[in-house]
Antibody
Framework: EVQLVESGGGLVQPGGSLRLSCAASGFTFSDHYMDWVRQAPGKGLEWVGRTGDKANAYTTEYAASVKGRFTIWRDDSKNSLYLQMNSLKIEDTAVYHC???????????WGQGTVVTVSS | DIQMTQSPSSLSASVGDRVTITCRASQDITNYLAWFQQKPGKAPKSLIYAASSLQSGVPSKFRGSGSGTDFILTISSLQPEDFATYYCQQYYTYPVTFGGGTKVEIK
């Protein structure tokens, strides 16, 4: 059974940092690109960024709203995906989901998400 | 960035109805279009990729069509478990972008 379990969310002050993790199981993690997607309270889905796989040199792409502040990386030996969030802003408050990218490059499976609240 | 515009933003329908949701891209995305379903407090669920291909385990009552800039999600014979918010997403180019969502409510 495919599982994606996020962790690391919490309450952080504006300007602070937080690292999210996503533990994957039930599939060959190293074969898949992986995404982070977030959803602010009462809002729609917003793509945060993506990491490729070893074959594409783990190339990363980011949304403009987080570029330069957020970093995505993965550890295939631990079947884990990470999101380092620095210089957090109030508008980064959201549920953060990790998501598996299928062979056609569309997302095919989602984690339940972890809540990040940026507030003073 | 490619803008994805969904319509309507919400709709009311009855059990047994057929529902159509439209998604328009601001430029040609060929068929790099996905559809997702999300229920309150739950993770999104992937329904369709490549505009018209069903994800594994998704019932055939969900049908995706279109190419280029105009896409449609059709749900036939709406059931209580289908009341949810539906999102389209283009993955033709970065940044990946979502439509604003269509909330399907019970009439």
């Amino acid at each position: 059974e495919v599982q994606l379990v996020e962790s690391g969310g919490g309450l952080v002050q504006p300007g602070g940092s937080l690292r999210l993790s996503c533990a994957a199981s039930g599939f060959t993690f190293s074969d898949h690109y992986m995404d982070w997607v977030r959803q602010a309270p009462g809002k729609g889905l917003e793509w945060v960024g993506r990491t490729g796989d070893k074959a594409n040199a783990y190339t990363t792409e980011y949304a403009a709203s987080v570029k330069g502040r957020f970093t995505i990386w993965r550890d295939d030996s631990k079947n884990s995906l990470y999101l380092q969030m620095n210089s957090l802003k109030i508008e980064d408050t959201a549920v953060y989901h990790c998501a598996r990218v299928g062979s056609g490059y569309g997302v095919d499976f989602w984690g339940q998400g972890t809540v990040v609240t940026v507030s003073s | 960035d490619i803008q994805m515009t969904q319509s309507p933003s919400s709709l009311s329908a009855s059990v047994g109805d057929r529902v159509t949701i439209t998604c328009r891209a601001s430029q040609d995305i060929t068929n790099y279009l996905a559809w997702f379903q999300q229920k309150p407090g739950k993770a999104p669920k992937s329904l369709i990729y490549a505009a018209s291909s069903l994800q594994s385990g998704v019932p055939s009552k969900f049908r995706g069509s279109g190419s280029g800039t105009d896409f449609i999600l059709t749900i036939s014979s709406l059931q209580p478990e289908d009341f949810a918010t539906y999102y389209c997403q283009q993955y033709y180019t970065y940044p990946v972008t979502f439509g604003g969502g269509t909330k399907v409510e019970i009439k």
